[in-house]
């Protein structure tokens, strides 16, 4: 059932009723379609419609691989929009605008995943899910082209704006409006924090299994276009090539490493499109702006699941097809030589550290060595880093970390990456929430309490638990508060991921 339309700053727009009395608006552009001279340009006002748009259909989501298991398989240009789940009642409602994540080269705000109608209906709050350019559309640098860069970044910084400019119309109050994400949604959370167009757009964020850590130097995002440009078929260029032809070139782009977060020490070997500290958009790396000062006026709420890399080590969906009979077959000598890559410098500590304090699970195999580092390396630690650098700089920060157990396909996958996603959205009796969840009571009660807590925060109340540095609330079975990293894990890994440079925060908040 259609609803009375309501007026925005580019027309009308009427949304579908569905449960528990939520109005839902599909597709509402806030962008222009980024084609033909826009391609590789900051996102333009969205065009206006006259009379009244009824916004049944998403928008296609940004040129990526096609991948039917996460709902993407229709792509194209005109992706620049926004999901809303809107509830009863007359407002104005605190909101919240999700980011998803996708290693910042795939996925989409419309994932089943997703679906705000619940966390809107129970918490009564505005849930507003924002579309952005991912790969080399959305992080690619090309001073070359006069391109404006970090466009991902810039799509993300529009789509708040409009929130700002139109949510009010909604039942929205745009004075209250609280950010999140996972994973490279999470990264994103972070990085807005640190980015100064951004200061004025929200008053708090929600990091799940992110960082602020997850950028690079220009020189290193232009050698990662350079190959992606390289790899495109003979006589073409990027200004020139289809959208099918960039996303296939995109590959040759994940075969050498960049180093992420501005230092030697930790090579990302397959992610390599992020946001740029390129001295403009985002002027320094996010974790030194934020021990800086730059988001002591908003609340952090941050945190991890336990077991974040066994969903890439394990998951065949996840981990390029391969089987546990294969994963088991992978030699010890062949696990140190992963270490090594990883950490080029600190390898060989880090291999006999997690050899002595981590027992592989007997239904999985020694390569849970290497899941444990690598969940340290890209999640653990830098969210540690992100919540020490707040509160060091007088902000608000609460610690959280899941420990529901998942398996996947047979496959025993710990507390992995996504699975807190189904608790936060309440969709853990649905298909792809029983994927990562099981399902059952106690996982429908322990997703109510989640939702409690994402709610309070968003109202600017405590999530119910101590503020950082006190220890994460765990979210599972579990009951209580724990530290993120022990005192020996905290001690390999000081020198690896530093807790951070007073020098490089010098130049305080934003201004």
Known sequence: MTQQAIEIETGRVTGLRREQGITEYRGIPFAAPPVGAWRWRGPQPALPWSGVRAAERVAMPAWQERNPM?????????????????????????????????GYTSGSPSQLLYHGARLAAAQ??????????????????????????????????????????????????????????ESAGGFSVATLLATPAADDLFQRAIVQSGSADMVLAPAEA???SCRVAQALPAGMTLMDASARDIVKAQRAAYSSPVLRGLRQSTPSQSMVFMPVVDGDLLPRRPLDAIAAGCARDRAIMAGVCRDEYHLFQYAPPFNGG?????????????????????????????????????????????????????????????????LDAQ????????AFQFTWEAEMLGVPLGACHVVDVPFVFG????????????????????????????GDFARGESPGWAPWPAGAELLG???????????????????????????AGAGGAHT
């Open 70 to 102: 996460m709902g993407v398989d229709e792509i194209g240009d005109d992706c620049l929009a926004v999901n809303i789940w809107v509830p009863e009642g007359d407002g104005p409602f605190p909101v919240m605008v999700w980011f998803h994540g996708g």
């Open 124 to 181: 009564q709050v505005i849930v507003v899910n924002a579309a952005y350019r991912l790969g080399v559309w959305g992080y690619g640098c090309f001073p070359e082209l006069e391109a404006d860069g970090n466009l991902g970044l810039r799509d993300q910084i529009a789509a708040l704006a409009w929130v700002q400019r139109n949510i009010a119309g909604f039942g929205g109050d745009p004075r209250q409006v609280t950010v999140f994400g």
């Open 391 to 398: 509160h060091s700089a007088g902000g608000q920060a609460w």
């Open 477 to 503: 079975r579990e009951q209580g508060m724990a530290p993120i990293l022990d005192e020996a894990r905290a001690a390999l890994w000081e020198p690896i991921i530093p807790a951070g440079d007073p020098a």
């Open 322 to 386: 391969k089987q546990m009979a294969a994963l088991r077959e992978v030699a010890d000598a062949a696990i140190f030589r992963r270490f090594m890559r990883a950490l080029p410098e600190h390898g060989e500590a880090a291999f006999v550290h997690y050899q002595e304090q981590v027992t592989p699970d007997p239904r999985r195999c020694n390569l849970d060595w290497f899941s444990a580092m690598e969940g340290d390396n890209l999640f653990r630690v830098p969210t540690q880093r992100l």
């Open 222 to 224: 232009e050698g990662v």
């Open 427 to 454: 969709i853990t009796d649905t298909p792809v929430g029983q994927l990562f969840t099981g399902g059952g009571e106690q996982a429908a009660a322990l997703s109510r309490r989640v939702q409690q807590a994402w």
